[in-house]
Every structure is written in C-alpha cells, then in structure tokens.
C-alpha cells in the first residue's frame, strides 16, 4: 500500500504560480512513476506530468510544457509540482498518482494509488 497527501493547491491570479506537492507513504520502494493528472468540471481525468521514480525521467503533456516542472526529493518521499504562468484553463482539481506495476506513465488506468485532491483555481 502506498499513501498519498496533496498540499499546495488555492486561487491565483493568470501568470502567477502555485507550487504542489504530494507525500508519500508506505511502500514507497515499489513506485515505478509518480505523475500529477488533472480534472475539471465536466471533463476527463488527463494527465500533466510523470517522473520516474528511480531515475528521475520526466514526461509532460504538451498543454503545461515549459510552463510547469515537476521534481522529487527521495529522502522525503515527496514529488513536487512546480506551476508557473498560470493561465484560467489550468483551473482543476489535481491529483498526485503513483504506479506499482509498470504500466504507461500517461493514462489513468496505469495508476493504482491517488491522492485526495487538491483545488486550482487560476482567475482572469
């Protein structure tokens, strides 16, 4: 079993930052990927970033490139995720996933522990 706790999420204005970040707990040595996965009213849940636990490899949708940077600190078992340059269509719930067998870093259904969620709320 792994454990995970979000913190970070609130309401800024476009172009400001928000940083979140989840801990984890438990069997941490058996997470192959961490990723960050978001969801707004009325949509899907899609992914925004993953890191590899172990070597640190990391992946991002196209919509956050260059605008968010994901980082871990292993000694604290905890992913952070960076979010500059906010803009309003940010604006979701943000949930921190980790993966125990090895499966596509990008979808969902490749994860198996989440997180309780936390609010972003970007205004014009």
């Known amino acids: 079993q792994v454990q995970l706790v979000e913190s970070g999420g609130g309401l800024v204005q476009a172009g400001g930052s928000l940083r979140l970040s989840c801990a984890a707990s438990?069997?941490?040595?058996?997470?192959?990927?961490m990723g960050w996965f978001r969801q707004a009213p009325g949509k899907e849940r899609e992914f925004v970033v993953a890191?590899?636990?172990?070597?640190?490899?990391?992946y991002y949708a196209d919509s956050v490139k260059g605008r968010f940077t994901i980082s871990r600190d292993n000694a604290k078992n905890t992913v952070y995720l960076q979010m500059n340059s906010l803009k309003p269509e940010d604006t979701a719930v943000y949930y921190c996933?980790?993966?125990?067998?090895?499966?596509?870093?990008?979808?969902?259904?490749?994860?198996?522990?989440w997180g309780q969620g936390t609010q972003v709320t970007v205004s014009s």
């Open positions: 996933a980790a993966q125990v067998y090895y499966s596509d870093y990008y979808s969902p259904d490749g994860y198996n522990y």
């Open positions: 438990g069997r941490t040595f058996s997470i192959y990927y």
């Open positions: 890191i590899s636990w172990s070597g640190g490899n990391t």
